[in-house]
């Protein structure tokens, strides 16, 4: 049997996010940079996202970010864009939730930009009464029956 001459199998790699939880200094985009809000995945270290500026845009998620910042759906994240591929971007970085919210209340965000739900693409509340599925009847109504 070969000697393990490594510092640890996948168990070690699994218990560093604990940085996760202190807060961190808001990031404002930059020249060459946009937001964008993740409208799929698609694997292979790539996501189909809008950025604000309108442009759909195929970004693929940086090699210091893959497998230790997990994007989703819905998910607002800062792009680089490419000078040579308008329609490809990079993804640099992710902002949590509340700092998705103080880039909208800030107005670095439009005001239609809907956060953290799981999809993005403006669906609106289809669910407006159709729960309702229970009807009351009184007593009269079901004497007539």
Same mark, same amino acid.
């Given at each position: ?78 792009? @680089?864009?490419? !000078?040579?591929? #308008? %329609?490809? =971007? ?7 939730? *509340? /700092? ?20 993005? @693409?403006?669906? !609106?509340?289809? #669910? %407006?009464? =159709? ?7 009184? *007593? /009269? ?5």
């Amino acid at each position: 049997m070969p000697k393990n001459k490594g510092k640890g199998g996948k168990n070690r790699k699994r218990g560093k996010n604990e940085a996760d939880d202190e807060k961190r200094e808001l990031v404002f985009k930059e020249d060459g940079q946009e937001y964008a809000q993740v409208l799929r995945m698609l694997g292979n270290g790539r996501c189909e996202a809008t950025c604000i500026d309108g442009v759909k845009r195929l970004c693929h998620i940086r090699g210091k970010m893959h497998k230790k910042v997990w994007i989703a759906a819905g998910d607002i994240i800062l792009v @680089g864009l490419r !000078d040579y591929q #308008d %329609d490809k =971007a990079d993804v640099i970085l992710k902002y949590m939730p *509340d /700092e998705a919210r103080l880039l909208k209340a800030y107005g670095e965000l439009p005001e239609n930009t809907r956060l953290n739900e799981g999809i993005a @693409g403006g669906l !609106d509340e289809e #669910d %407006d009464g =159709a729960g309702d599925d229970y009807i009351e009847f009184e *007593d /009269e109504d079901i004497d007539k029956i």
